[in-house]
Nanobody, 126 residues
Framework: QAQLVESGGGLVQAGGSLRLSCAASGRTFMNYDMAWFRRAPGKERAWVALVRSNWDGGTKTYADSVKGRFTISRDNNKNMVYLQMNFLKPEDTAVYYC?????????????????WGQGTQVTVSS
């Protein structure tokens, strides 16, 4: 069974850093678009970052709210995806989800992703 499992969440103070990890198993995801989404309390799930496969040049894009602070990366040999989060703000508090798109749509919409993790909680205090 193909699945994604997130880890690395926790409680940090504003200005701090965290690195989230997404472990893929059951199959190789190296040729898929991989993305991070998040759901803040009382809000809908929103796109955070996207990295395309190396076959597509490994293009990275970010939501304006995290650009310059977050970095997405992937290690195809380990079947892992990461999200380095720096200069965290209270508004970054959310459950963070790893997702994969086997159709490689280069999409910011959650509707285009067919593999999802269960999420990891990130809480940023003031």
């Amino acid at each position: 069974q193909a699945q994604l499992v997130e880890s690395g969440g926790g409680l940090v103070q504003a200005g701090g850093s965290l690195r989230l990890s997404c472990a893929a198993s059951g199959r190789t995801f190296m040729n898929y678009d991989m993305a991070w989404f998040r759901r803040a309390p009382g809000k809908e799930r929103a796109w955070v970052a996207l990295v395309r496969s190396n076959w597509d040049g490994g293009t990275k894009t970010y939501a304006d709210s995290v650009k310059g602070r977050f970095t997405i990366s992937r290690d195809n040999n380990k079947n892992m995806v990461y999200l380095q989060m720096n200069f965290l703000k209270p508004e970054d508090t959310a459950v963070y989800y790893c997702a994969a798109d086997s159709a490689n749509s280069f999409s910011e919409s959650e509707l285009d992703y067919n593999y999802w993790g269960q999420g990891t909680q990130v809480t940023v205090s003031s």
